[in-house]
Nanobody, 123 residues
Framework: QVQLVESGGGLVQAGGSLRLSCAAS????????MAWFRQAPGKEREFVAT????????YYADSVKGRFTISRDNADNTVYLQMNSLKPEDTAVYYC????????????????WGQGTQVTVSS
């Protein structure tokens, strides 16, 4: 059974940091692009960051550029999202996703999804 399981969410004050993890199981994702998306209450799911299978290519949404860093450890089948300088507008459920089609911002191209982890940033 293929699974992506996110962890590391929680409540943090504005300006604080969190590190999200996404552990993959059921198959190897070492050749897949991985990404983080988020969905705030009443809003559409939006792209946050993506990383190529080799880790040398990353893309970020403009809203998180310079504050968030995506990384991966293929030996552990895990992808991370380091979030610094958090803002209240970063409050959302964060989802991990995987695709064999290369790193991209289009959620429709991602085949595997996790259940999400809640991040709440208080002002």
């Amino acid at each position: 059974q293929v699974q992506l399981v996110e962890s590391g969410g929680g409540l943090v004050q504005a300006g604080g940091s969190l590190r999200l993890s996404c552990a993959a199981s059921g198959r190897t994702f070492s050749r897949d692009a991985m990404a983080w998306f988020r969905q705030a209450p009443g809003k559409e799911r939006e792209f946050v960051a993506t990383i190529a299978w080799h880790g040398r290519i990353t893309y970020y949404a403009d809203s998180v550029k310079g504050r968030f860093t995506i990384s991966r450890d293929n030996a552990d089948n895990t992808v991370y999202l380091q979030m610094n300088s958090l803002k209240p507008e970063d409050t959302a459920v964060y989802y991990c996703a995987a695709t064999f089609r290369g790193p991209q911002a289009n959620a429709d191209e991602y085949v595997y999804w996790g259940q999400g982890t809640q991040v709440t940033v208080s002002s």
